[in-house]
C-alpha cells in the first residue's frame, strides 16, 4: 500500500507510487477534476485527438526529439504478459482505486 497524504513517505520513490485516481479526482467527493485523459496503452491515438481537439500542433516524436532520447520500444517494453499472477494481484490491491474508476479490466483471473 502507498504512503497516505500528509505523510514524509508520501512521494517516495520520486512520487510512483501514489495512485493515478489522486492525480484525476478529488478525494473527499471523487469528482473528476480533469477533462482529459491520455492513456499510455493508447497514447499513439488518443494524444493527437486531443492536439487537434484545441488545434495544437503537439507532436510527442518531436518532444521526444528535444530531449534526445530514444524513443520508446513498445517491442521491447515490458507488458503484463511478463508479469505473475502474484505480480498481478499485487498491483490490482495496491491500485484497487485506479483500476476500477478507470475501468480497467483485471487481469490476474480473481473473481472478488
Known sequence: Q????????YFIHQGHWIPQYEYVYNDRDNTRLVQHIVHLEYIDEEFPSLMDAYNLTVNLNAVGRQRERKPWNRKAACTVKNLTVETM???EDIFAKDFKLGEYQILSGRTS
Request: no cysteine.
Open 89 to 91: 494481484k499485487m498491483i
Open 2 to 9: 502507498h504512503a497516505p497524504k500528509g505523510t514524509s513517505d
